[in-house]
């Protein structure tokens, strides 16, 4: 099938591209973006134009920010195109709901993708926690926004998401892996005092019998950490490099069969299925937490941060 993508950045290089050319699935027949382009595609940088002027193109990934997001994906559902959404899936749940419903009236395919639920140990984890009592999860998911997301202002521009911009993965893997239903009880969120979107961020859950909790932070230096630990009855389960690997008291499960890099592969051959069968993939409880948290954190304000 050919697929064009949209808002040629970091993610789009970094990810799709290589993706798409490594598909069975899937050609890449066109881009558009203001600024960026890819060696021996077509590339255009009006959105409008690609939809009147190549009409064979029936599905479009898209990979901007999410505040600028909805009026292309509504424009690309409107035109009966099947829609990929790189995370978050919109800059409010009502964007999402509203484009839920464009996809139905236009019996085209959305999917809400969530690059994270595919990394390597992911469905392990699940597994593994299907049959076990829950005592307690913590998420810890401190990285370096200088050194993954260099010189994005809009990262900390309002709906920019901040430090959930990454901690939206790490609630993407929470919510997949956890059979019982979570949501937010109590948030703290960090604001550098110059920037409209939190650098840090701790949030609470509310479980029917476990201590669930993150600590997300947008400063850690050095090392990063991307962990998920779960405390059960019968053993405590780490899920650490996002999802890569997984540990069971303290003892490596497998070696990763291949990091994080299958996880865009997977995002495709799901984007693939889903075309041909029809249908929407839009899970937003990820989404949801994130909004919860803005709604019901209290703010806090720290040292002004420049890139
Ligand atoms: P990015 O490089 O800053 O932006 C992607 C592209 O979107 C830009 O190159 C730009 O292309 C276009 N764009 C930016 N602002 C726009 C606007 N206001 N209107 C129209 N187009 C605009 O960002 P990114 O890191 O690729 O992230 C994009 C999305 O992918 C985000 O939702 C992010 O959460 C997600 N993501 C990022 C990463 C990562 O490591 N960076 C990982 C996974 C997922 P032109 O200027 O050429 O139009």
Known sequence: MEIALIGIGKIALDQHVPAIAASPDWELAATVSRAGTVEGTPAFTDFDELLVTRPDIRVISLCLPPVPRF??????????RHVMLEKPPGATLAECHALTELAKQNGVSLYATWHSREADKVADAKAWLASRVLRSLTVTWKEDVRRWHPGQDWIFEAGGLGVFDPGINALSIVTEILREEIHVRDATLVFPENRQAPIAAEVAFHHPQAQVQATLDFRQEGEQTWSIEAVTDTGTLLLTHGGARMFIDGVEQGASQDGLSG??????????????????????????????????????????FHF
């Open 71 to 80: 009026d292309y994906a509504s424009k690309a559902l409107a035109a009966g």
């Open 263 to 304: 996880e865009y592969p997977r995002l495709y051959a799901k984007m693939a299925a889903l075309v041909q069968r029809g249908g929407l993939d839009m899970d937003l409880r990820p989404m949801t937490h994130v909004a919860d948290a803005f709604l019901l954190g209290r703010r806090e304000t720290t040292a002004p």
